[in-house]
């Protein structure tokens, strides 16, 4: 593929300083015109956004098991080190040199992804007859699709609270490759052009995507598909759950509404809509994605790709799973008492009682054989075996789409039918349903766990957490180890604009 290089030199943030980045000029755009006279130009672009997408500062690292796991609390250190940019991250003590170096890369390479699909979006138009019949509508349709999460994991991570967005103007929503500076928008403006770019991704999409006419398995090899429906034979079209398609947008909406929902709570009908979507053709008879279960577990399928809408494929994820994870891995939790064969945390976020069927709990977690580490354990998720589906990373899971739809139904018989559904899946019990008294509360507090134990090492608790601004974890699931505050979760930005060439 050919290299791709673009220069995106100046993104303020909102701020009116770094008048300097100005005099930056672009550089790389004329030659790299030549990238995008072919439709194989565009498809290799959009590759290019795709891998970089799962570097080690965004899904292949940070935003996955890293960064966003030790603010969450996740992880231990076993050398708590003041310098260490992991225990700043633990602490939210965001501008030592170390941890805003690592929260500096992560913006970086955030907008270095926009960048990328900016260079495809703002060549595209104009250009449909180059294209081979609906290559043009998934191609564009999957680049605004990136563009829109991108920028949204970007306000999660380094925007309000939610709840309490008030009228800053937080970040760009950057849609061109230059040297102009792009102001920041307030919370709600900037989510709109998010939801703007995933309806336009979503009528493209929905014109040409292989997933509205084949499942998700049929799209794994080049053979007929059991519906007497062509196959598909160009690899570009294959493995659509590791590509931005129809049903990663719909439900990336759904993610959005439930973000919004705490600012507006009549976005929470909308939120509970588009997950349902997602709901419903998970079904028997137009079954594209399933959830997870024991019989996934059993084959070493921790991750449970079958509920896969969209992950990536990091290439040597197995070789690094060791030093990650692994009897010397970096990320490990070392609050298990091997004395009294307790867990602290653990043993709080899957009650004894719980667990014994659980797939998240089963084979997932084990003593560390290091006799200095006695109280360590490692975590097995990412340990994929040859027999499933390997190296895959989920990005957006069917799983989420259950707990949104639960957290958002109106009544009580609809919140539960959803969630026994999917506690059946898990191997959860869940005999009696929610409290009678009180039992949003109940739900909520179940949800908080439920996210934080389901999406262990993807990401997601710490978000959980901002987006509903909890101070302190339910007291009914576990021991008070988690603190968050209006400090912890206003993660500052980069202090100067960042130069966002795409080198690699």
Avoid at 66 to 78: I, K, P, Q, R, S
Avoid at 113 to 118: E, K, P, Y
Avoid at 411 to 421: C, G, I, L, R
Avoid at 447 to 476: D, M, Q
Wanted: net charge neutral.
């Amino acid at each position: 593929m050919k290299k791709i290089v673009f220069l995106l030199t100046c993104i303020t943030l909102g701020l009116s300083a770094c008048n300097k980045w100005l005099d930056v000029k672009p550089k790389g755009q004329s030659t790299d015109e030549e990238q995008f006279k072919t439709e194989l130009g565009f498809k290799d672009a959009l590759t290019g956004a795709y891998i970089r997408l799962k570097s080690d500062n965004l899904y292949g690292g940070h935003l996955t098991w890293g960064a966003l796991e030790h603010m969450a609390l996740n992880w231990d250190l076993e050398r708590q080190a003041p310098l260490n940019a992991y225990y700043s991250l633990r602490t939210g003590d965001y501008r030592t040199a170390n941890t805003r170096t690592m929260l500096d890369g992560i913006f970086r390479d955030q907008f270095k992804v926009i960048a990328d699909v900016n260079a495809i979006l703002t060549r595209i138009d104009g250009k449909q007859s180059i294209f081979s019949p609906g290559y043009y509508e998934i191609i564009k349709g999957e680049a605004l699709a990136l563009r829109a999460l991108v920028h949204f994991e970007a306000l999660r991570l380094f925007g309000p609270i939610p709840s309490k967005p008030g009228t800053e103007k937080w970040l760009p929503y950057v849609k061109t490759v230059d040297n102009q500076i792009h102001e920041g928008l307030a919370f709600g403006a900037y989510l709109s052009e998010v939801l703007h770019d995933l309806e336009a991704a979503a009528a493209l999409l929905e014109k040409s995507d292989p997933v509205l006419k084949h499942t998700f398995k049929a799209l794994k090899s080049p053979k007929e598909d059991p519906n007497n429906v062509p196959a598909i034979t160009d690899d570009f079209l294959m493995d659509r759950e590791l590509r931005f398609n129809y049903y990663a947008v719909l439900a990336l909406q759904a993610r959005v509404y439930q973000w919004l929902s705490m600012s507006e709570s009549s976005y929470s009908e909308k939120a509970l809509a588009y997950a349902k979507k997602i709901i419903d053709i998970s079904q028997p008879g137009q079954q594209s994605t399933r959830l997870g279960t024991e019989a996934d577990r059993t084959k070493g399928d921790y991750t449970m790709t079958p509920e896969y809408l969209f992950g990536v494929h990091v290439f040597n994820l197995s070789s690094r799973y060791p030093a990650l994870f692994g009897e010397t891995g970096t990320f490990s939790k070392f609050d298990f008492d091997k004395t009294s064969g307790t867990f602290n945390m653990l043993n709080n976020l899957f009650p004894p009682n719980e667990r014994a069927l659980d797939v998240r709990w089963k084979d997932q977690w084990a003593y560390k054989a290091d006799p200095t580490k006695p109280n360590s354990v490692t975590y097995a998720k990412y340990f994929q075996k040859s027999v499933s589906p390997l190296n895959r990373v989920p990005l957006i899971r069917l799983s989420e789409m259950y707990l949104i739809a639960t957290e958002f139904a109106p009544t009580k018989t609809q919140a539960e039918a959803y969630y026994k559904t999917y506690c059946d899946a898990k191997g959860i019990p869940f005999t009696n349903g929610f409290t009678s008294t009180g039992w949003e509360t109940d739900r909520k507090n179940k949800l908080i766990r439920e996210v934080t134990r389901e999406f262990f090492a993807e990401g997601k608790a710490f978000l959980n957490y901002k987006r509903l601004n909890v101070i302190y974890l339910p007291s009914s699931w576990t021991y008070t180890y988690y603190v968050g505050s209006d400090k912890k979760y206003l993660v500052p930005k980069p202090d100067r604009e960042i130069d966002y060439n795409q080198a690699d």
